[in-house]
Nanobody, 121 residues
Framework: QVQLVESGGGLVQPGGSLRLSCVLS????????VGWYRQAPGKGRELVADILTGGVITYAESAKGRFTISRDYTKNLVDLQMTSLKPEDTGVYYCKAEHWGTPTSPENDYWGQGTQVTVSS
């Protein structure tokens, strides 16, 4: 089992910045990938950015050049630094940890409770 707790959301004006943090606990050694997802009102969750344990990073097109994902293994932390925020970045941001499975351990996804980000003037 892996537990995730997000923090750092809030209300910010367009053009502003926010830093989201996701603290991981539990069986962290089983995690292959950690990602940040956004769920806008009335829509499904979509990937914003993720980072593999080996360091490979993927960004959604909407996040490229504005958002930076990073992982601190000493603090069991995955951060999402968001700059130049736009109203369309509004939503609940969720952290997800993925375990891709082994011959003795089935694959599994773990989600945090989410943190609200509102970009509005």
């Amino acid at each position: 089992q892996v537990q995730l707790v997000e923090s750092g959301g809030g209300l910010v004006q367009p053009g502003g910045s926010l830093r989201l943090s996701c603290v991981l606990s539990g069986n962290i050694g089983s995690v292959n990938c950690v990602g940040w997802y956004r769920q806008a009102p009335g829509k499904g969750r979509e990937l914003v950015a993720d980072i593999l344990t080996g360091g490979v990073i993927t960004y959604a097109e909407s996040a490229k050049g504005r958002f930076t994902i990073s992982r601190d293994y000493t603090k069991n932390l995955v951060d999402l630094q968001m700059t130049s925020l736009k109203p369309e970045d509004t939503g609940v941001y969720y952290c997800k940890a993925e375990h891709w499975g082994t011959p003795t351990s089935p694959e599994n996804d773990y989600w945090g409770q989410g943190t609200q980000v509102t970009v509005s003037s």
